[in-house]
């Protein structure tokens, strides 16, 4: 299995107590860095514009600025998002961006694309939400544009949302024929669909109990537009806190507590918690069933480099054994 870690950024409130916006990115290159040379296969961003899951008034870093800044500022690690919206830019533009992106990294971009959720963030910035199946549709049309525009010469295309006439995307990406392209979700009629058509990676959101049966839908989907399900890559997300003891909770709710949550829900929202032992077990499981790899998300990211954060416990303690 591969592993990947999302880097501080804001959006999950990972920032707040690092006081100002100078020193927030300093932290974020600080501990991208560090995460590059420690050995992480891939670093990821929020494709969002203010915090969640509440709304406060501190930074949340834009994504694609991040990518650009990632491709300089690590060397060797994968870059993506999670997921970038296809709502919130036009998708030729998208293409030309991703494309230099992945120049500027050496071919090391990944690209995650969906069809957009945080209905109060559109109204907030000003998009129109649109259905759950317009919203699939742009997705769909977006697809089409990225791979016309990193493949062709000159591209050019009529759907019902985007068009394009003899569109240049100079310089293609790196990576031939284009950047792997990460779809996340399990929604089983038109999701899974264009995880089907278009995705290298499908990045599965749901509980490990449902995975088998939602493989087999997407094997389906696979099958009738004659695409090999051996070809996508199968990824999860899974937060992570691992303590031996009382103690140690109390330390890590004391490193996060300007983030003003609760234990209740910090525990209720992470999957692989516990022991060594017992998220060394919960990755395992993971393993068993087919999963390709995963990407952790941890609340105390921004304190990489004290030798305690949960990154580099992870890394260190439990990774190793999977």
């Known amino acids: 299995m591969e592993f990947g870690v999302l880097v501080p950024q804001g959006w999950r409130l990972e920032l707040m107590g690092v006081d100002g916006a100078a020193r927030k990115w300093e932290t974020i290159t600080r501990v991208s860095r560090e995460l590059d040379e420690a050995g992480w296969e891939s670093l990821w961003v929020y494709d969002h514009f203010h915090t969640f899951p509440r709304k406060q008034v501190e930074a949340t870093f834009e994504a694609w600025m991040m990518m650009a800044s990632l491709a300089q500022i690590t060397s060797r690690a994968r870059l993506g998002q999670f997921v970038t919206c296809a709502q919130y830019r036009q998708p ?91 779809i996340g979700g399990r929604g089983p009629k038109v999701l899974l669909r264009l995880v089907a058509k278009y995705a290298d990676v499908w990045n ?52 996060i507590a300007a983030q003003q ?25 993971w393993k068993r069933k087919g999963c390709d790899g995963v990407v952790f998300f941890f609340n105390d990211i921004a304190s990489h480099g004290s030798g305690h954060s949960q990154a580099e416990i992870f890394h260190r303690d439990i990774l190793p054994q999977i």
Request: aromatic share 10%; net charge negative; glycine share 8%.
């Open 92 to 182: 030729s533009y998208l293409a030309k961006i991703a494309a230099c992106v992945d120049v500027a990294s050496g071919g090391r971009l990944n690209v995650g694309v969906g069809a957009g959720w945080y209905e109060e963030e559109f109204a907030a910035y000003g998009y129109d939400y649109l259905t759950m199946g317009k919203r699939l549709k742009r997705l769909e049309e977006t697809l089409d544009v990225l791979r016309a525009m990193w493949t062709e010469e000159q591209a050019s295309y009529d759907g019902k949302h985007f068009t394009l006439v003899d569109a240049v995307c100079e310089p293609k990406p790196v990576q031939r024929p284009h950047p792997p392209i990460w």
């Open 204 to 255: 599965y959101n749901g509980p490990l109990a449902e995975l088998d049966d939602t493989i087999e839908i997407l094997k389906r989907h696979c099958g009738d537009v004659g695409r090999d399900f051996d070809e996508i890559k199968v990824t999860a997300m899974s937060g992570g806190l691992c303590y031996e003891s009382a103690d140690e909770l109390d330390a890590f709710m004391h490193t």
């Open 261 to 285: 949550r609760s234990r209740e829900s910090v525990l209720e929202l992470i999957n692989c918690k516990g022991t060594r032992e017992q998220c060394a077990e919960y990755l395992h499981a």
